[in-house]
């Protein structure tokens, strides 16, 4: 089967007529269809649709916008079942996942309607008589929005819902390992009634993500993926002047003191870290146990992590499953291998599943290492996959040195019952999102999300902050005083 492009509310195929195959994850026997692999030329169509669309848009009354993009969450609900099938069977993770990745677009949805009646400026008091001065956000014009495939719905939809809310356009490049979702969220949208050029949908791999940040009509890039791509995207953005917002890698830690609730704490490890295999930017990556408790700590979760039950995401008990694809998986294995040979202590996992059912599909067994040192490679590059590094740290300052130990600083969680602690971790880890007592995975839709040092650049999504990436600041200043009222900066001398 063939899926198409979605642009100016036509399905239409690359105009260079090549295609790329969709591969489910669990058994590569299964191919979901081909997807156009598309061009530079595909993208310039589509950012005209989005241009000549934006004028008419922009000018729609933002709560008219509103009643659009709730209606889109009303049929995410009603499509919910059927989506999330489609979301497991092409990237894998179980259907309880997919269904909250659903979920999330829908409380986005919902978020960014109620937001377009407040989509606040702010008035002062002039400096000067019979002046007054007003500041509006203004939709800025076509979006280019460039996403991975680990939240096929849920992660554009921060972007998409904000975006259209706040008037603009918007041109999406979904990620090749994930196109058939992107089908469905545009004809969500189609359904809920945006109009045609508003929205559009590219496939396609890194030629039309680079189209899309190179056309001169696209004025915004929002770009969820990989630390090394959207510094490049970053780069291209910096020398043609536009507004960027990257959300990137993470290595995120836990630190669980000795006065935590160990049981919650494990049950919080084992979530952050292997649920979606370990396939979050948020997902738990490195475990600081302060001394006390490491061994005890260790032994429980080296004895959950192995009775986690890996299958199809299309299998109903299953808690974990496959990797996204062989490009992933092997670089998961290298850096099982790397973590061996660097001399770090692997306690359970390090393999993939190749048996009965396990056959076709890139399954890896949960892995923990023991005993890693802060300059270990699995201590400090993102692996994207079910990989947890484990270091003792001998106080609460020995443990925070260790969890900032790190080019990233996206999420990161601490487990204890002493307010001191909580209190200085919260103020002391270098890192967008802190959790007390929960895991590093789980970020609420109108809360702000993104992370500091490489995993960002200053931008953040959720809450009333992504309207920061998607407007711009006008200031009006009206002048009735029926003279020539020369600002201060103009008068001080006098
Ligand atoms: C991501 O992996 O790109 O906080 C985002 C979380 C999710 C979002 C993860 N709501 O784990």
Redesign the pocket.
């Known amino acids: 089967m063939r899926f198409f492009n979605y642009i100016a509310s036509q399905w239409m195929p690359s105009a260079s007529d090549r295609w790329f195959p969709n591969v489910n994850p669990a058994d590569t026997r299964d191919i979901i269809g081909e997807f156009p692999r598309s061009s530079a030329e595909d993208v310039a169509r589509a950012v005209e649709a989005a241009r000549d669309a934006f004028r008419t848009w922009s000018r729609t009354p933002a709560p008219r916008r509103g009643e659009i993009i709730r209606r889109a969450g009303d049929i995410f609900t009603r499509r919910k079942d059927e989506l999330a099938a489609v979301m497991t069977r092409e990237m894998g993770k179980p259907l309880f996942e997919t269904k909250g990745d659903i979920q ?1 677009a829908i409380d986005t949805a919902y978020y960014s309607a109620t937001e377009t009646r407040r989509l606040f400026g702010y008035n002062t008091p002039s400096e000067l008589p019979n002046k007054l001065n007003l500041s509006f956000r203004m939709p800025i014009g076509v979006c280019g929005i460039i996403t ?1 495939w ?2 096929p719905i ?2 554009p939809s921060w972007k998409i819902f904000p975006a259209l809310a706040a008037g603009n356009t918007v041109v999406w490049k979904p990620s090749d390992d994930a196109p058939h979702s992107a089908v469905v969220f545009a004809e969500i949208l189609e359904e809920a009634g945006v109009p045609p050029g508003v929205f559009n949908v590219v496939h396609g791999d890194a030629e039309a993500g680079a189209a899309l940040v190179e056309h001169p009509d696209v004025r915004v890039v929002a770009f ?1 993926g990989s630390t090394a791509t959207g510094t490049r995207i970053a780069e291209r953005c910096g020398a043609l002047n536009k507004k960027v917002s990257l ?1 990137m890698g993470g290595k995120n830690a836990v630190i669980i003191m000795d006065d935590a609730d160990l049981d919650l704490a494990l049950d919080g490890v084992l979530w952050g870290a292997f649920g ?1 295999t370990g396939q ?4 738990t990556s490195r475990l600081i146990l302060h001394a006390p408790i490491h061994d005890r700590f260790l032994d429980m979760l080296s004895e959950r992590a192995r009775s986690l039950r890996i299958g199809s995401g299309l299998e109903a008990d299953t808690q974990m499953g496959p990797v996204i694809n062989q490009r992933q998986c092997d670089k998961i294995l290298g850096y099982i291998r790397i973590g061996q040979e660097e001399g770090a202590r692997l306690i359970i996992g390090g393999n993939r599943l190749t048996s009965g059912n396990f056959a076709h599909g890139y399954f890896i067994e949960p892995t923990i290492f023991a005993g890693v040192q802060p300059h270990m490679r699995i201590w400090r590059e993102e692996i994207f996959g079910p990989v947890l590094s484990v270091a003792r740290a001998d106080s609460f300052e020995h443990a925070i040195a260790l969890a900032n130990d790190s080019e990233y600083g996206l ?1 990161s969680a601490i487990y204890t019952r002493s307010v001191e602690y909580a209190f200085a971790a919260m103020r002391d880890i270098e890192a967008g999102i802190t959790y007390v007592n929960a895991p ?4 609420e839709a109108h809360m702000p ?1 993104g992370g500091i040092k490489n995993t960002g650049n200053g931008h953040r999504e959720g809450g009333w902050t992504v309207f920061d990436i998607f407007t711009e600041w006008k200031t009006v200043y009206v002048d009735f005083s029926g003279r020539l009222q020369r600002a201060q900066i103009d008068t001080a001398a006098e």
Request: some cysteine; glycine content about 6%; proline content about 0%.
């Open positions: 999330e991975a680990n939240f849920a992660v969820t959300e979606t979050r930017c948020t997902a999420s590093t995975i789980g970020a999300f």
